[in-house]
């Protein structure tokens, strides 16, 4: 089983930050790119930021020269930073994995699949 765990949420106030973070554990052979979606209840799911396996990341328009994408050394925990945020950013956020698993006799590998976190909620107002 892969999991993905999420937490930073919360409440901010407009031109404030907060850090989201998301840790994959699980028996994965290979982790691709992870990245950050966010849900606007009666909206279309939007990717916010991606970031790849060889470190290349990949921006919103509505989110670049605000927020930050990154990962560890370890490359099992995905960050995001939000600067000055807006009203429009409120959405649950929701953390992404695309991974290869092992194969299921224990040599070689299988997928890749898309695994995603429970959702965060980030809150912007005055």
């Known amino acids: 089983q892969v999991q993905l765990v999420e937490s930073g949420g919360g409440l901010a106030q407009i031109g404030g930050s907060l850090r989201l973070s998301c840790k994959v554990s699980?028996?994965?052979?290979?982790?691709?790119?992870m990245g950050w979606f966010r849900q606007v209840p009666g909206e279309e799911q939007e990717l916010a930021a991606i970031?790849?396996?060889?470190?290349?990341?990949i921006y919103a328009d509505s989110v670049k020269g605000r927020f930050t994408i990154s990962r560890d050394s370890g490359e099992t925990t995905v960050y995001l930073q939000m600067n000055d945020l807006k009203p429009a950013d409120t959405a649950v956020y929701l953390c992404n994995a695309n991974a290869f698993l092992r194969g299921a006799s224990g040599t070689g590998r299988r997928g890749p699949y898309d695994y995603w976190g429970q959702g965060t909620q980030v809150t912007v107002s005055s």
């Open positions: 699980g028996d994965i052979f290979e982790l691709n790119a």
């Open positions: 970031i790849t396996s060889n470190g290349q990341e």
